[in-house]
């Protein structure tokens, strides 16, 4: 069975940080490119960061650029972000989605083939 599983979130005070991981179940990431969401109750889902199949391509949604930093490792078979000077609008259940792309193509937000089930941050004092 093909499966995408986050982990890593947690309650956090302001200004601190923590470390989601997106691990591959039954699959390779080896070709796909890696993306993670975010949805905070009664907002839509928006793109937080995204990395290529390569590794060599990254893109962050401006309200995290300079704070989040995505990365993979591809003999874990997982993929990484790490979230320093958190704010309580990063409150949201962050997800990480999956798509087969070529290395040339970059990443997107955009029809992804896999979703994991998400994993709930809170930045709260």
């Known amino acids: 069975q093909l499966q995408v599983v986050e982990s890593g979130g947690g309650l956090v005070q302001p200004g601190g940080s923590l470390i989601l991981s997106c691990a591959a179940s039954?699959?390779?990431?080896?070709?796909?490119?890696i993306s993670w969401f975010r949805q905070s109750p009664g907002k839509e889902r928006e793109g937080v960061s995204c990395i290529s199949t390569s590794g060599g391509i990254t893109k962050y949604a401006d309200s995290v650029k300079g704070r989040f930093t995505i990365s993979r490792d591809y003999a874990k078979n997982t993929v990484y972000l790490q979230m320093t000077s958190l704010k309580p609008e990063d409150t949201a259940i962050y997800y990480c989605?999956?798509?087969?792309?070529?290395?040339?193509?970059?990443?997107?937000?955009?029809?992804?083939?896999?979703w994991g089930k998400g994993t709930l941050v809170t930045v709260s004092s």
């Open positions: 989605a999956t798509k087969r792309i070529p290395p040339y193509r970059g990443c997107n937000y955009d029809a992804m083939d896999y």
């Open positions: 039954g699959f390779s990431f080896d070709y796909y490119a």
